[in-house]
């Protein structure tokens, strides 16, 4: 055997901190949630850690638009869990659900409620297009609940979630949102708009580690769950289980609670720079990567403006697009970009745009890399005047 003349003992640790993350989630950890991880273990029935979770509930408050008589907490989970909890505590067997599947989360909250028991009705809209509110009161019929997307990830289109919620406030009906591309990064109005339950997952537009669904859940909703003929099949996130350990302070199940240190830092970060400030970074941001690619050929995937969803910029690829080699060159460069889904694939591409994405350094890396990759003289420059202009 050869030995190597100078053997590499210990190879250098990799270094992920390069990597630009453009994903449509999960999404670049803000620098405050990444120290929080690292802070020493607490038993989940500290008293600071009781604390720290009241915290994070009426900052959870803050971030949906709701008061005081709305239960916040966070589920040990992904977003979908935060999906999953409400059809499994607020629909039983043979219950009839209506649901708006413009896209595959709508579809996975029609698979879910249906496994829960419930009769699934679906509104459905072409491909790229929102739903129809006149869509929905006329399938409204005598739903008990009515399920929306606010802002589809799989097309990129923001739903109509204020006239939706209207008609169905008239009807009486539960309104079940996601809001998992939505709430924290611009206002979201639970109130105002008569929402029952709305959940969204950490790793979006919070930029904390994914494993945390923030979840809200009504008064109306509570009242909803107090009558069920039988318990929820779900025990690990029945509300009266979270209520126990949320706010009488007893075991239901041990909680993450290195997560929910960092999650409580990526959440007051959030509100310290303000929703609408959020808000308009992201569309300034959409703005100029718009503006810097479109002579590349790249245009908005959604026809209509106002159905476009500021957090997922949906972008039609020019002709002829080498859509899968030109990621895989990116990738290769350490930029993450994301195609389009089953039917959207190498038509479109997804930017993500939600909570430490929608910032100018890491889609100028992006801008870098295709002005060299693709032959493009002028991007960056484009880039950065329209960044500058704010147009
Ligand atoms: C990401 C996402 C989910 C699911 O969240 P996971 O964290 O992947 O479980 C649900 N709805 C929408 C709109 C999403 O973008």
Same mark, same amino acid.
């Given at each position: ?66 008061g005081p008589e709305t239960f ?82 799989? %097309?990129?289109? @923001?739903? *109509? =979630? ?6 169905? /406030?008239?009807?009486?009906? $539960?309104? &079940? #949102? ?111 990567? %718009?503006?810097? @690619?479109? *002579? =590349? ?6 026809? /209509?403006?106002?159905?476009? $969803?500021? &957090? #997922? ?31 959207t694939a190498g038509l479109i ?43």
């Open positions: 055997m050869k030995l190597l003349e100078t053997p590499q003992l210990t190879p250098p640790a990799p270094d992920y901190s390069e990597h630009t993350l453009l994903t449509p989630g999960p999404t670049p950890i803000h620098p405050r949630a990444m120290r929080a991880l690292t802070r020493p273990m607490l038993g989940h029935m500290d008293p600071e850690v009781f604390a720290l979770n009241r915290a994070v509930q009426a900052d959870l408050r803050e971030m949906y638009g709701t916040t907490a966070l589920l040990a989970g992904t977003g979908s869990l935060g999906m999953e909890a409400g059809f499994a505590n607020l629909v039983e067997k043979g219950d009839d659900v209506l649901v708006c599947a413009n896209g595959s989360f709508g579809r996975r909250m029609a698979e879910m409620a249906a496994r829960y028991g419930a009769k699934v009705r679906l509104v459905t809209a072409p491909l790229g297009e929102p739903i129809n509110p006149a869509d929905v009161a006329d399938h409204l019929g005598s739903a008990q609940m009515v399920a929306v997307v606010h802002g589809e990830t799989s %097309t990129g289109v @923001l739903n *109509p =979630l204020p006239e939706i919620a209207e008609i169905v /406030r008239r009807s009486g009906a $539960l309104l &079940t #949102v996601d809001a998992v591309t939505t709430a924290g990064m611009e206002p979201f109005d639970m109130k105002g708009w008569g929402v029952d339950y709305a959940y969204t997952g950490a790793q979006k537009c919070l930029s904390a580690p994914p494993g945390l669904a923030p979840i809200a859940i009504s008064e109306r909703a509570f009242a909803r769950y107090a009558a069920r003929r039988h318990p929820t099949p779900l025990w690990y996130c029945d509300f009266s289980g979270l209520r126990d350990y949320w706010i009488e302070h007893t075991y239901h199940h041990t909680v993450p609670v290195n997560l929910h240190f960092s999650f409580a830092e990526a959440l007051r970060a959030a509100l310290e720079e303000g929703l609408p400030e959020r808000a308009a970074r992201v569309r300034w941001m959409g703005r100029a990567i %718009t503006a810097a @690619l479109a *002579p =590349l050929g790249f245009s908005p995937y959604v026809e /209509r403006p106002e159905a476009r $969803l500021p &957090t #997922v910029l949906a972008l039609r690829l020019p002709d002829h697009f080498d859509d899968a080699g030109v990621r895989a060159g990116l990738r290769q460069r350490e930029i993450s970009v994301t195609g389009g889904l089953g039917p591409w997804r930017l993500g745009l939600m909570g430490e994405a929608a910032r100018p350094a890491p889609y100028r890396i992006l801008m870098v890399a295709l002005e060299d990759m693709l032959d493009a003289p002028g991007l960056v420059r484009r880039f950065d005047a329209a960044l500058e202009s704010g147009v």
